[in-house]
């Protein structure tokens, strides 16, 4: 699946995400809310975020759901 998101981009759009769970499918307003987050400081990556299809938005929301995975530790009982 083609991103059109160079490495970097595609990482500041999984750090936009830090403050969410993301459970099983992509949320509906997943695309909105990270394109909102980066308008201040990206403006350009906002863009390209809108324009996502929903394949697209898809991939993303497992990369950004296997990310979370990676570098969250489990929680102790």
């Known amino acids: 699946m083609y991103l059109g998101l160079s490495l970097i981009e595609l990482m500041e759009v999984v750090r936009t995400c830090d403050s969410i769970e993301i459970e099983d499918c992509t949320p509906p307003y997943l695309r909105d809310f990270i394109a ?38 489990p929680q102790r009982p």
């Not at 975020?49 to 979370?68: F, G, P, V, W």
């Open 36 to 73: 909102t987050r980066l308008d201040d400081q990206f403006a350009a990556l906002a863009a390209k975020t809108r324009k996502l299809n929903d394949q697209q938005m898809d991939a993303i929301c497992e990369y950004i759901k296997i990310t979370h995975r990676l570098i969250r530790r």
